[in-house]
């Protein structure tokens, strides 16, 4: 699945280094688009038995969507196929895979919401923190180890399931207790264990390589897995699509709940609530995909606005155009949209030239991908669309080649395209190896004192622009054989998006530090 960034245009007052990523040639995957990111197929499920995807199943109330164990044995199937096909890999050997840890807020016994690590959920679909998984590359078996629990825990936690209890909730071939590990790996009498090592490059950080008691036992080659299930990763299968679908879909309606909720006055987190409680209550989406960026006037023009230093606290002023970029996350599989648009439901013509220049880059690539594209290439058309957008409405002069060949484009954009999207936000590990070099940006301010950049700039104009934000249009698509499909269905064009506002105007809305009800404004 991919994210398509349609381009995030920065009218802001300060500066900006965060370098400009781009993505391998799209293949079959579903993306995100700031533009969008990009699919071109799916697997079937021919090989699971239908009795499968009948048995056990995870759903959070009958509104929700039910999700089959059997989705994760198909995703352990196809990773056996991969490493069957490498010649590196000997075929008695197992892959071992250590789950998430459940860790308490620094010294206290209190501890954030366990959420899974993203390829042990990829692989058994479990809920439950300090498990370890086996398969084996030959036979295919599965195998999940669970903590062994202490009596009391049953006091304060509840019901402590038995091993059969977790074999038939996971739909795995055996259970024993995380302390059995190295004597259950023993019987089996394995080549070597197969453990995860890479890097993730967009964060720097390494993936948690598994570690047990008596692992030195054992021959470990930790450099063959990553590259396999990152790959397997990337493309989905039709269960996982449907699970990208449902939550895809309750976070396009959250998006659609705060346009017409969304008051003159009220706090950028507010809105955040807004969202985060549409797609809890009504999708089941416990987890975010990420922090909500709530971004209203020039903090619209901050790429990830609403960290712990600024946390969507500004006051939404009258006409302050937002930029909200928020998504929910199900089963530990996410969604990734951003809506941008005025708070009192008009656009200005200044509001209007922007964010169409934004829209027109979107749609240009959603029409242009297929199977087969150069990703690079889909982000030059974008960067093409939006720079001859900006100077047919006067923000910009001359030639377009030549602005291409100064890269001005990232002047206005400073990110790249788009991003694989599945178990993670940003999936399956950053900035791939075979890549081009990422070029440099130049915020407006450099752009302004550069000659090469800042004849194209008319700057008496680009100054009535100043402090009014950024646009960011993100969808989720998924690029088939048969073409892309849209899984972000929100309001797009200016006329849609004033007309849902308009109707939630006549909705009367709590604010609370207005101390009163506020309908049309």
Not at 50 to 64: C, I, K, N
Not at 90 to 106: M, T
Not at 192 to 212: I, P, Q, W, Y
Not at 445 to 471: E, H, M, W
Request: hydrophobic residues 35%; charged residues 20%; contains cysteine.
């Amino acid at each position: 699945m991919v994210i398509l960034k349609s381009v995030h245009f920065l009218f802001n007052n300060g500066s900006w280094n965060k370098p400009l990523k781009l993505l391998r040639s799209i293949r079959s995957s579903v993306f995100h688009f700031e533009f969008t990111r990009i699919s071109t197929r799916t697997i079937t499920t021919t090989a699971i038995k239908m009795s499968q995807l009948r048995s056990a199943y995870y759903s959070l109330g009958e509104h929700t969507l039910s999700v089959p164990a059997a989705l994760f044995a198909l995703n352990r199937q196809r990773l056996v196929e991969r490493l069957q096909n490498n010649p590196k890999i000997n075929r008695n050997s197992v892959v071992i895979l250590q789950g998430g840890s459940d860790e308490s807020r620094y010294c206290s016994d209190v501890g954030p919401v366990f959420r899974q690590e993203s390829y042990f959920h990829w692989s058994f679909g479990v809920l439950e923190p300090d498990c370890f998984g086996c398969i084996g590359v030959g036979d295919g078996r599965s195998i999940l180890f669970v903590p062994r629990l202490p009596d009391e825990y049953a006091v304060w936690m509840g019901k402590i399931p038995t091993l059969d209890d977790y074999k038939q909730r996971y739909d795995v071939d055996s259970v024993f207790y995380v302390d059995q590990v190295a004597e259950q790996l023993k019987n089996l009498k394995p080549h070597s264990l197969l453990t995860l090592n890479g890097t993730n490059s967009d964060s720097g950080k390494t993936c948690r390589e598994a570690v047990f008691d008596g692992i030195s036992e054992f021959k470990v080659e930790s450099g063959l897995l990553h590259a396999e299930i990152a790959e397997c990763r990337v493309i989905k299968t039709e269960m996982e699509m449907q699970v990208l679908r449902y939550v895809c879909d309750i976070s396009a309606k959250a998006h659609v709940e705060v346009m017409k909720k969304i008051r003159s006055g009220m706090k950028e987190y507010q809105c955040e609530a807004i969202f985060t409680n549409y797609c809890y209550y009504n999708g089941g989406c416990r987890h975010s995909s990420y922090t909500c960026i709530c971004g209203s006037g020039n903090n619209g023009s901050v790429l990830h606005y609403g960290h712990a230093g600024a946390p969507n606290d500004k006051t939404i002023n009258d006409g302050d155009m937002c930029l909200f970029d928020m998504g929910g996350e199900y089963y530990c599989y996410t969604s990734d949209i951003t809506c941008s648009f005025p708070s009192n439901g008009k656009f200005t013509r200044e509001q209007k030239i922007v964010y169409n220049a934004v829209l027109e880059a979107n749609q240009a690539v959603f029409k242009a991908i297929k199977p087969g594209v150069c990703w690079v290439d889909m982000h030059v058309l974008a960067n093409r669309v939006m720079l001859t957008y900006l100077r047919d409405n006067g923000i910009l002069q001359g030639d377009i080649d030549a602005m291409m060949k100064a890269n001005l484009a990232a002047t206005f954009q400073p990110h790249g395209l788009g991003h694989f999207m599945g178990c993670d936000v940003h999936d399956v590990g950053g900035y791939l190896e075979g890549c081009p070099e990422r070029p440099k940006i130049a915020l407006l301010d450099k752009a302004l004192a550069d000659p090469t950049l800042s004849k194209f700039l008319n700057s008496d104009v680009i100054q009535k622009f100043r402090g009014t934000g950024g646009v960011r249009i993100e969808d989720d698509i998924h690029v088939t054989e048969n073409g892309a499909e849209l899984l972000s269905r929100v309001p797009r064009s200016v006329e849609e998006i004033e007309a849902v506002m308009a109707e939630g105007q006549k909705q009367e809305v709590i604010v609370p530090q207005l101390c009163k009800s506020v309908g049309k404004q």
